[in-house]
Each structure stands twice: as C-alpha cells, then as structure tokens.
C-alpha cells in the first residue's frame, strides 16, 4: 500500500533525488517541505507527477505548518539542514 511521506529538505541536493527515487520506485505520495534558502532548488522537482509529489514552502522550525503537514502524513524523512554554517 502506497504511503504519505513528508520530507524535509526536498528541494535540496539530497533531499531532491531521495524524492525522485521514491516516485520511482514506489507508489507512495510525497509531501516536499522545503524554505529554499540557497540550497533549495525548486526546479531538482521538475517534472514529477503532480498527483503524487506535493511541494510547500516552508521552514521546519514553524511549528504550526509542521503539526499540520505531520498530521497528514505516515512518515517523516528529515534532509533539511544548513550546510554552510560560519
């Protein structure tokens, strides 16, 4: 059975082709939580099905939009981060 995944850091490097791996090679629906600061490419999610890949603009550190999309999901695979850090 096709699962709800929510991962942050989507838009990322890493986060980016975990997303399309998933799409790929299964049937599960995923949820993209990304802020798209720097690292964030919001094209690395072209051209993947819009009825299985959902994308929200966000940040994992706003407490609200993180219940809510956790409320909705059956796992959670956790990419965001600063890699850059001085």
Do not use: C, M
Request: proline content about 1%; cysteine-free; aromatic content about 6%.
């Amino acid at each position: 059975a096709a699962r709800r995944l929510l991962v942050t850091g989507g838009a990322g490097f890493i986060g980016s082709n975990f997303v399309h791996h998933v799409v790929k090679n299964t049937d599960d629906h995923v949820t993209v939580l990304d802020k798209l600061t720097y690292a964030g490419n919001l094209a690395s999610l072209d051209e993947l099905p819009a009825d299985r890949v959902r994308f929200v603009q966000g940040d994992i550190v706003d407490a609200r939009l993180v219940d809510e999309l956790f409320s909705q999901v059956d796992a959670v695979v956790h990419y965001a981060a600063e890699s850059h850090n001085d």
